[in-house]
T-cell receptor
Framework: EAQVTQNPRYLITVTGKKLTVTCSQN?????MSWYRQDPGLGLRQIYY???????DKGDVPEGYKVSRKEKRNFPLILESPSPNQTSLYFC???????????FGPGTRLTVL | SQQGEEDPQALSIQEGENATMNCSYK?????LQWYRQNSGRGLVHLIL?????REKHSGRLRVTLDTSKKSSSLLITASRAADTASYFC????????????FGAGTRLTVKP
């Protein structure tokens, strides 16, 4: 089954404790991206990747890092999480940015 | 910054009625996409319309695009309770088409 998976689905952590949210797709997509969703603000793009070893900042990259060492994986790293990063995070993939995007189920992160 | 803005923010209708949602954007685009999100879940792609297209249909969905006004509309005909969800438009920027921008969404409630 074609899908985008994210782990964990729910995470409660404390300020400053490094964490990684994994994202994996099995559709051989070149384009992958991360979004955060906050009430009233819709989805805002954090980072995107056109292909392996190619990543670029989106709209709200501060406080986040990503890597794209393999085509299928695109982890989101919070080196020192802060409470303002409490949000719902989505990973997505597509053949390119102007094709249909497939979204993961979301990761609800709470930073205390 | 957000590229697309949906209007209205919320819409409540009776089952069987038509629902119209609008999206306006700021800069030239290659494509515009509409997505649906059930509460707290990942987004699901509905339809993609290219900048050289004016109208597109998919089942009960009709999308129009007016590039001169930088706006699009999504019409759902003969709505059902199961159509209750949030609807988002997404655009890729013509001069940086690896960067996708979503609006804040329209929350549609269809009452049985």
């Amino acid at each position: 089954e074609a899908q985008v998976t994210q782990n964990p689905r729910y995470l409660i952590t404390v300020t400053g404790k490094k964490l990684t949210v994994t994202c994996s797709q099995n559709m051989n997509h070149e384009y992958m991206s991360w979004y955060r969703q906050d009430p009233g603000l819709g989805l805002r793009q954090i980072y995107y990747s056109m292909n392996v070893e190619v990543t670029d900042k989106g709209d709200v990259p501060e406080g986040y890092k990503v890597s794209r060492k393999e085509k299928r994986n695109f982890p989101l790293i919070l080196e020192s999480p802060s409470p303002n990063q409490t949000s719902l995070y989505f990973c997505a993939s597509g053949a390119s940015s102007y094709n249909e995007q497939f979204f993961g189920p979301g990761t609800r992160l709470t930073v205390l | 910054s957000q590229q697309g803005e949906e209007d209205p923010q919320a819409l409540s209708i009776q089952e069987g009625e038509n629902a119209t949602m609008n999206c306006s954007y700021k800069t030239s685009i290659n494509n515009l996409q509409w997505y649906r999100q059930n509460s707290g879940r990942g987004l699901v792609h509905l339809i993609l319309i290219r900048s050289n297209e004016r109208e597109k249909h998919s089942g009960r969905l009709r999308v129009t695009l007016d590039t001169s006004k930088k706006s699009s509309s999504l019409l759902i005909t003969a709505s059902r309770a199961a159509d209750t969800a949030s609807y988002f438009c997404a655009t890729d920027l013509r001069y940086n088409n690896n960067d996708m921008r979503f609006g804040a969404g329209t929350r549609l409630t269809v009452k049985p």
